[in-house]
T-cell receptor, first 111, second 112 residues
Framework: GQQVMQIPQYQHVQEGEDFTTYCNSS?????IQWYKQRPGGHPVFLIQ?????EVKKQKRLTFQFGEAKKNSSLHITATQTTDVGTYFC???????????FGTGTRLTIIP | NAGVTQTPKFQVLKTGQSMTLQCAQD?????MYWYRQDPGMGLRLIYY???????DKGEVPNGYNVSRLNKREFSLRLESAAPSQTSVYFC???????????FGPGTRLTVT
């Protein structure tokens, strides 16, 4: 079945440094979604990417969808303490349209 | 709007006991989902309901049953709880099958 892997599993950064998490699927995706989960909270939708090579920005967050639609990345510029949490990608398979979540990247910020 | 609500927030069960987790949404969404979240495993889909009147198995359905009671409510039942079912359970909904998902606050379940 479809597998969605995320790296790294954990990332500790100094406040103000940049952060990137990568998402890789074993199959071609129809689209990919990104979610953020604060410690003790629930996942909150951030964005959806649909087109091959698509790039979308939300303030300091930049999301990319690979040309082959099998990978994606989330880059945060100049991290702030409010960025703390676990970031999940979720890929939707072309075949069965099921959404599979990645294992997540847990971001902690050192003030 | 409350969004997606779940009850209870916490629950401790003994092995073999049964219970039902309740979920309701007030966004008039068509699709609803049950996930479990375990450390290092991300979110795994247990069951989903693409629309009122339909339910389908997800990635890890064994040991669970669901009921889509009406458009608003989607319940998850554990018939005979096992320690392997200790987890955090999230309910989610989306306007349509392929849309963004809105999650409830979760139920933290411990089975001893």
């Amino acid at each position: 079945g479809q597998q969605v892997m995320q790296i790294p599993q954990y990332q500790h950064v100094q406040e103000g440094e940049d952060f990137t998490t990568y998402c890789n699927s074993s199959t071609t995706l129809s689209n990919i979604q990104w979610y953020k989960q604060r410690p003790g909270g629930h996942p909150v939708f951030l964005i959806q990417l649909v087109k091959s090579g698509e790039v979308k920005k939300q303030k300091r967050l930049t999301f990319q969808f690979g040309e082959a639609k099998k990978n994606s990345s989330l880059h945060i510029t100049a991290t702030q303490t409010t960025d703390v949490g676990t970031y999940f990608c979720a890929g939707r398979d072309f075949g069965n349209e099921k959404l599979t979540f990645g294992t997540g990247t847990r971001l902690t910020i050192i003030p | 709007n409350a969004g997606v609500t779940q009850t209870p927030k916490f629950q401790v069960l003994k092995t073999g006991q049964s219970m039902t987790l309740q979920c309701a949404q007030d966004m008039n969404h068509n699709s609803m989902y049950w996930y479990r979240q375990d450390p290092g495993m991300g979110l795994r889909l247990i069951y989903y309901s693409a629309s009122e009147g339909t339910t389908d198995k997800g990635e890890v359905p064994n040991g669970y049953n669901v009921s889509r009671l009406n458009k608003r409510e989607f319940s998850l039942r554990l018939e005979s709880a096992a320690p392997s079912q200790t987890s955090v359970y999230f309910c989610a909904s989306s306007e349509y099958r392929k849309g963004e998902q809105y999650f409830g606050p979760g139920t933290r379940l411990t089975v001893t």
